[in-house]
């Protein structure tokens, strides 16, 4: 078995980009055919065409069933949403740039081009960010949901019971897909020289004819099940950020067998991520599946289990970047869990990255959410939350956001001449953040309606029990459709900023903010080398910290207002990077924190790149006098780099337990090696699986673009530097 | 005129205020966060400014003289307050605030006025020191010190005196007063360096000293490195002198361990 999984492995590994036009063409015929129907049906319609058509793909994985495109990395496009290279993307991997050029025909391009029903996602991946409800999917199957459609359409409008009508063709679409999927592997059982490969065959099989129709009745089919779903909702039009849930959640009445047989069961999840990771939506690109474990109920008991450890282990086996994994923390954490997911990072393993449920909880009460509904939150996308088929939290259609050191920097020239301490700055910057606030509510209701009624998911939205209810899309039918996203970058920038102007203008009575922004403009040696100097976020420095505090509270308040206007609960705030800091610093000029234009800004919530100079207790501690619960109810990111040297795994959960148990809210740490990264530049093909947290994604290091390696080499570097002193 | 005695009473209490001040205020090099080396646990480490000795292999050359540019003077007081930063990693890995340099030795009461306000908030204590000092500073630290890590460096008195400037025997003797109060409360440190305290009569010497001092006591053999230290000869040994000191050392005082 492990053999297999090995060979999976070598081959998803080994692929190269290229583009599989199957959903595209399929999605395009179906659209051509089916003009006279209601747009909810016709999307529904063209998902069925989609899975009644597309190659199935058994050789790459034999040991479950589901594909996307036709082989590995082969890109699934979804022209529904557009067909292009996202900006993100091809900062990461800048193989990528100008990939799609000359691959989309003529004729399909041209059909969306001019068609009433593309919503362009920039991204060209839909909307995503939410994870169904496995944990009823596992247990009742899509019987279980059409049984409920079913008893939903006794009643209702027509535009509702055409809804749900849509919501039944897609889940009888996906059993079907499943038949067929079942068929195939009976054929290639019969033709598999490969004993054991036949064997594989023939378990897809006789799990295919069963799930995700009826309940899984093994580890085997509840994973089987989870995958088929998965990829169904990107196949109907998702392309990133989906996320798989809460696993060990939705698998744990099948903790007895994995716990008779732990090592099986973590190759049979070993085989599951690599079918997660053979997701094709943008090829090699990172997608964000993320997967959440651990954590504890409403009662503070720990959820975790035995298929828990079994998604640990397996991490730790198959060296995928995406899916990417996230452990929640809470007091009682299974003491095995905690252990083995330190040893992961101290290893260098760059995940599971940490979410504190103690901190993450109270803030989803505090955005509206129910709390029978907040323990059983999860991720979402690259850091943000979501509850499986309850909330989502969707930036490309109900978010809006900033980047704070670009608002703090119009605001600070806007009051050059008037200004006369940093609040006069503080109080224009929280005028802005409401302003902002305000047009982000008023485009996303309006923007949310169109993408409901011309981009409907009828299926996913089966798999949320409230829009099956409401007979509506999940993007206006959920639970919590008024949680509505604000994504924020730059704020350590924004802060030094301001520490810098206080100390530079207003501390010492010297100057003037225009004479400051004319010498910062000029790039005036002098000015820059006493920047260098102010106190920085990140350093423990009460000062900066200071006026960390003052801007987050000042956005917080600027928010509240916003949404108070609409009678809304407060906006769920996430502080989510991904590569968005060089896209926000190509598009920032030269600014008060001595940053030059054009530079990227900071790539977490933690100290700016090389400023970390009392080490990471200090970060941990500026951190730490933010209010998570109350400002960052979608949460932050912390990026914390460490040399191998202060890695030990005793150490790791010394500083993780310290952090969270005063209100920490997520950490990511990132145990790196300068020396070894130069190494795998030099010779990448003997690091294939080094995998590495960038500022808000995994990554494997050798696909990563020029830019993003000197970026982790640099990190690795200046923490190291720190340490020797 | 002779002053008045509210005159006298003003000028004497400034004079005493002044002294007291200077007294306990320490000279303080740098203070470092996150040392996982300068003793158990996460630990922060004050280096303190100033050392009688100069070993020529030391990698913190720049605290050796008595003043630098770039060190503070700070009350304990202050300086306590501005240390418990950390307490927090400090209380779940077992570490605590350890006195380096420097020598903390030469700043006696300021070190120990400092370490008694870190026990009375319940901080561990290590104290990174050569020994080179009076007994009085010894005794003036002891009661307010959890660890001592004690540098040992030769039992040869014309090599010490050549290497480092200082006299070895007030070393040896300041370390036997320790041991007889709590040999618990030390550990050695012996640092390895090249050219210096490799060859085996060397390490004999010390071994056979510290077996018939206290052969209970556990000894951390610090291997000389060139980091910092761009000029002078080379300090940096080998893996297999490191291993062969190990072995010869340990004949004598079994806890005996290369601290790589």
């Known amino acids: ?725 | 005129m002779p002053p008045s005695d509210e005159v006298l009473v003003e000028c004497t209490t400034a004079w005493y205020n002044a002294t007291m001040v200077a007294r306990y205020s320490l000279k303080v090099g740098r203070v470092q966060r996150f040392c996982l080396k300068d003793g158990p646990g996460i630990r922060t480490t004050v280096f303190l400014q100033g050392c009688p000795l100069h070993c020529w292999w030391c990698h913190n050359a720049d605290l050796q003289t008595a003043s630098s540019s770039s060190a503070r003077t700070v009350h304990a007081d202050g300086l306590a307050e501005e240390l418990m930063r950390d307490a927090r990693y400090w209380a779940r890995s077992g570490g605590g605030v350890t006195l380096s340099g420097g020598e903390p030795l030469q700043q006696a009461d300021a070190c120990a006025a400092l370490l008694r306000q870190l026990g009375e908030r319940g901080v561990h204590r290590c104290v990174d020191t050569s020994g080179a000092a009076e007994p009085r500073a010894v005794a003036a630290l002891a009661p307010h010190t959890d660890l001592w890590l004690y540098d040992l460096k030769t039992m040869d008195a014309a090599a010490c005196r050549e290497a480092t400037d200082g006299e070895l025997e007030p070393m040896l003797q300041n370390l036997r007063t320790l041991v007889a109060r709590d040999a618990r409360k030390i550990r050695i440190r012996m640092p390895l360096i090249r050219g210096f305290n490799t060859a085996r009569p060397a390490l004999e010497a010390i071994g056979r000293f510290l077996g018939e001092l206290d052969r209970s006591l556990p000894l951390d053999i610090l291997p000389g490195h060139d980091v910092n230290r761009p000029d002078g000869p080379p300090a940096t040994v080998s893996r297999a002198q490191c291993e062969e000191a190990e072995r010869i050392l340990r004949q004598h005082v079994p806890c005996t361990e290369v601290c790589w």
């Not at chain 1, 709390?371 to 939150?377: G, K, L, N, S, V």
């Not at chain 1, 949680?483 to 207003?506: D, H, K, M, S, W």
Request: aromatic share 6%; hydrophobic share 45%.
């Open chain 1, 1 to 725: 078995m492990r053999q297999v999984i090995e060979n999976i492995q070598d081959r998803l590994f080994s692929a190269e980009d290229s583009v599989c036009l199957d959903r595209a063409r399929l999605v395009t015929e179906a659209y051509r055919q089916h003009t006279d129907e209601p747009t909810p049906i016709r999307r529904a319609l063209a998902f069925r065409h989609v899975l009644t058509h597309m190659t199935l793909d058994l050789t790459s994985n034999p040991v479950f069933a589901g594909n996307t495109s036709s082989r590995p990395r082969a890109w699934m496009l979804i022209p529904e949403c557009g067909m292009n290279v996202a900006d993100q993307i091809a900062i990461e991997n800048d193989t990528l740039v100008g990939f799609l050029d000359d691959k989309i025909p003529d004729d399909l391009a041209a059909y969306w081009e001019s068609s009433p029903f593309r919503v362009e996602q920039g991204s060209g991946g839909g909307l995503a960010h939410f994870s169904i409800d496995f944990q009823y999917l596992v247990q009742h199957g899509l019987a279980g949901v059409i049984a409920r459609i079913d008893r939903a359409q006794e009643g209702g409008s027509e535009r509702q019971r055409t809804y749900r009508s849509a919501m039944r063709l897609g889940c009888e679409a996906v059993i079907a897909w499943a038949e067929r999927y079942a068929s195939a592997a009976e054929d290639a059982a019969r033709s598999a020289s490969d004993p054991i490969v036949a064997a594989c065959h023939r378990r897809v099989a006789e799990a295919c004819r069963r799930v995700p129709r009826e309940p899984a009745r093994s580890l085997f089919e509840g994973l089987q099940a989870i995958l088929l779903l998965h990829l169904a909702t990107t196949l109907e039009g998702q392309g990133w950020s989906i996320s798989i849930g809460l696993p060990d959640r939705a698998l744990a009445q099948f903790a007895p067998e994995v716990a008779a047989d732990p090592d099986g069961a973590a190759d049979l999840v070993g085989a599951f991520l690599l079918g997660v990771a053979a997701n094709s939506f943008q090829g090699s690109g990172s997608k964000s599946q993320p997967v959440t474990i651990g954590g504890a109920d409403a009662h503070g008991a720990d959820q975790s289990n035995a298929v828990t450890r079994a998604f640990l282990e397996a991490f730790a086996r198959v060296p995928v970047n995406d899916p990417h994994l996230f452990v929640r923390w809470h007091p009682a954490l299974d003491d095995g869990v905690w252990s083995e997911a330190l040893s992961m990072l101290s290893a260098g393993r760059s995940m599971p990255l940490l979410i504190n449920d103690h901190t993450v909880a109270p803030g989803l009460i505090e955005a509206g959410v129910a709390p029978e509904d907040a323990w059983d939150y999860c991720v979402i996308g690259c850091n943000e939350l979501g509850i499986p088929g309850r909330a989502v939290q969707c930036g490309n259609s109900s978010g809006t956001g900033q980047d704070d050191l670009a608002v703090l920097d119009n605001a600070m020239r806007r009051m050059a001449g008037k200004a006369r301490c940093v609040d006069d700055i503080l109080a224009a910057y929280e005028a802005d953040v409401e302003a902002i606030g305000v047009r982000g509510v008023e485009r996303r209701r309006t923007h949310t309606d169109k993408l409901a009624d011309d981009l409907p998911f009828a299926f996913c939205s089966a798999c949320f029990p409230d829009c099956i209810e409401a007979g509506d899309d999940l993007l206006r039918a959920t639970r919590y459709p008024d949680i509505y996203g604000f994504f924020i970058r730059g704020t350590t920038n924004a802060v030094n900023a301001l520490a810098a102007v206080e100390q530079e203008i207003f501390g010492q009575n010297d100057g003037t903010l225009v004479e400051f922004f004319e010498r910062l403009d000029a790039r005036d040696p002098d000015l820059l080398e006493r920047i260098a100097s102010a106190p920085k976020w990140g350093t423990d420095d009460d000062a900066a910290d200071a006026l960390g505090v003052a801007l987050n509270a000042a956005r917080h308040r600027a928010l509240r207002r916003a949404a108070a206007r609409f009678g809304l609960p407060p906006f769920a705030v996430c502080h989510v990077v991904r590569s968005l800091h060089h896209l926000d610093g190509r598009r920032i000029g030269h600014t008060a924190d001595g940053r030059a234009a054009g530079a990227p800004v900071a790539d977490s919530i933690g100290a700016d790149a090389g400023t970390a100079s009392e080490g990471p207790t200090a970060v941990l501690n500026s951190v730490l006098k933010l209010n998570a619960a109350r400002w960052f109810t979608g949460i932050y990111n912390l990026n914390l780099t460490l040399p191998r040297s202060q890695a030990d795994p005793a150490l790791l959960r010394c500083l993780a337990d310290a952090f969270f148990a005063d209100g920490g809210q997520e950490l990511q740490i990132a145990v790196l090696d300068a020396a070894m990264l130069r190494e795998a530049q030099k010779s990448p093909e003997r690091f294939r699986d080094l995998v590495v947290r960038i500022a808000g994604l995994n990554a494997r290091f050798v696909e990563l673009s020029a830019l993003e390696q000197q970026e982790v080499i640099r990190r690795a570097e200046s923490c190291e530097s720190v340490a020797r002193r």
